[in-house]
């Protein structure tokens, strides 16, 4: 028997829990979504940690999920200079559309950038009501790389599911949205979406898609380089990502909330598909 700090359990137990989570802790799951795909361990989140606490099974504190510190966040050289682009798009703009038109959805919108001295970012827009993160591969921070995105996705769609997939797009002011005007309009000068800013330095006024960047910077932490991915490998981390299954979404996962609020055809447009829960993987080993 193990007898350690209150815990009592038999070796053949102990080393048969040990087999099932201490793989997937490695590969960067939480002791929730772990016990969330494998209902036949009775046991608690807070037993869990207290296990990996005592010693009790092979991985260690360090191996755990590492929780995410934010600091106050300086202007950027890149921001938006000019002010006027503001008219009608602040972040009380935005609120007073949405106190008209509450059911709308909001896709949140950022960019993640490698290290210093590299050229391409991530582009993320995030979906409020499932959670959803879409990822695209940009060869540089400006307005242009971000605004091909939109055309690709306008085509695909096309214009009238964009409309009804992007709605209303909130986003920081980085000067890779300092064209609004061109992610507004599309490729036949149809309004499909419309953009408003939050406040300088007021990340928290968009916390869905900061939060989700928490997933992308395990797979890719600050100080990577993007300059050598593909958008296969940007696929591949999306993927298991959406496959996560959340505490906050009633244990579903973002794909799964997705299938049932996103139109049909823009779902299929993103090239989605779910990953079995024992293959997810949310640490830099996945695209070794």
């Not at 590299?118 to 993320?124: A, G, S």
């Not at 990502?241 to 823009?266: D, F, V």
Request: neutral net charge; aromatic residues 8%.
């Amino acid at each position: 028997m193990y007898k350690r700090q209150g815990i009592n359990i038999s070796e053949k137990d102990l080393q048969v829990l040990d087999s099932v989570i201490s793989p997937l802790i490695r590969q960067g799951q939480s002791p929730y979504l772990i016990l969330k795909n494998h209902p036949e361990i009775h046991l608690s989140e807070k037993t869990i940690y207290n296990y990996i606490e005592c010693g009790a099974l092979s991985v260690k504190n360090l191996d755990l999920p590492k929780k995410v510190k934010y600091k106050m966040r300086s202007p950027h050289p890149s921001e938006i200079k000019d002010t006027g682009i503001f008219e009608g798009r602040t972040y009380k703009d935005f609120t007073s559309y949405m106190e008209q038109y509450p059911e709308t959805n909001v896709v949140e919108m950022d960019t993640v950038v490698g290290c210093e001295g590299t050229h391409k970012v991530l582009l993320t827009l995030f979906f409020r009501n499932c959670h959803l993160m879409l990822i695209y591969l940009l060869d540089d921070k400006k307005p242009e790389s971000a605004k091909k995105v939109f055309d690709m996705l306008e085509k695909k769609l096309p214009t009238l599911n964009f409309c009804i997939t992007f709605p209303v797009i909130l986003t920081d002011r980085g000067g890779e949205f300092s064209k609004p005007e061109t992610l507004e309009c599309g490729i036949n000068n149809v309004i499909r979406t419309s953009i408003y800013y939050c406040d300088p330095m007021a990340s928290w006024q968009k916390p869905g898609i900061e939060k989700n960047h928490e997933y992308i910077r395990k797979i890719l932490p600050k100080g990577s380089s993007f300059d050598n991915l593909t958008q296969f490998h940007i696929n591949k981390i999306m993927n298991h990502i959406n496959s996560t299954a959340r505490a906050s979404l009633n244990g579903l996962s973002p794909i799964q909330l997705a299938q049932m609020l996103i139109h049909e055809e823009a779902f299929k447009a993103f090239g989605l598909h779910e990953i079995k829960a024992d293959n997810i993987t949310l640490t830099e080993n996945l695209l070794k």
